[in-house]
């Protein structure tokens, strides 16, 4: 993978990537899906879909999940920070 990733970033479609399809790419690897990235990015669910599947072009993979594992392995995006939940005990 990693001369993949090496031809892929020497393409230059590691700059095409928009700060909002960063953060569309972001939510999925939270595990989000369409309906709860729209909502939380206060667009619509086609906006969504369609940022996703520009992510996907510019990533040349086939699903979010690749695109995902892409996305980290290329330093787009960081694994989410687990949610610290404190107990009253």
Same mark, same amino acid.
């Given at each position: 993978?990693? !001369?993949?990733?090496?031809?892929?970033?020497?393409?230059?479609? =590691?700059?095409?990537? !928009?700060?909002?399809?960063?953060? *569309?790419?972001?939510?999925?690897?939270?595990?989000?899906? !369409?309906?709860?990235?729209?909502? @939380? =990015?206060?667009?619509?669910?086609? !906006? *969504?879909?369609?940022?996703?599947? +520009?992510? =996907? +072009?510019?990533?040349?993979?086939?699903? @979010?999940?690749?695109?995902?594992? @892409?996305?980290?392995? =290329?330093?787009?995006? +960081?694994?989410?920070?687990?949610?610290?939940?404190? +107990?009253?005990?």
């Amino acid at each position: 993978m990693e !001369t993949a990733v090496r031809r892929w970033e020497d393409a230059g479609s =590691l700059r095409q990537i !928009t700060a909002r399809e960063r953060e *569309v790419l972001h939510l999925f690897g939270a595990g989000f899906g !369409t309906a709860d990235v729209a909502a @939380r =990015l206060e667009i619509s669910p086609v !906006t *969504v879909r369609n940022h996703a599947q +520009s992510i =996907l +072009s510019k990533l040349g993979v086939h699903s @979010r999940l690749e695109a995902v594992a @892409r996305g980290y392995a =290329l330093g787009l995006i +960081s694994l989410p920070a687990r949610e610290q939940h404190i +107990s009253g005990r």
